[in-house]
């Protein structure tokens, strides 16, 4: 898994965008030949590529950017940082600046982008 902090602000939003809608994306590709072309593009993401990549390839308009519904780019959200509630956690690669809220006694959250457990995040 690359470790390396992100380029620039953009790649941190749209990695943190595709973190935290994964499960949407997954679903709404279950089935397609987008669904391989997912799977190759977050094997890509965790070895270092960009995740503005394969939003693009995906055909989902970048973090944050309001797009018009009838142009065929489907918005992924930006991140939250949680509702305060319990400790926070982040990108286990540090690459994002996504923050996640575990809930006391929950399970630390797991960064389906990258495949590994979020890290505790200080302060």
Known sequence: MASTAPA?????LDLAALCAQLGAVRRA?????????????????????SAGALLARLGIAPAG????PWDGAAPVAAPG???????RY??????CGR???R?????????????????????
Do not use: H, I, K
């Open 65 to 68: 950017q309001d797009r018009d």
């Open 8 to 12: 620039s602000g953009r790649e941190d």
């Open 90 to 95: 982040g990108c286990p690669a540090g690459r």
């Open 29 to 49: 590709v279950r089935g397609t030949p987008s669904a391989d072309e997912l799977a190759d593009g977050l094997a890509a993401v965790r070895d270092g590529a």
């Open 103 to 123: 809930e006391p006694g929950g399970e630390p959250p797991w960064c389906a982008v990258l495949g590994a457990a979020m890290r505790p995040l200080v302060g």
């Open 99 to 101: 923050a996640v809220a």
């Open 81 to 87: 940082a949680g509702d305060g509630r319990g400790e």
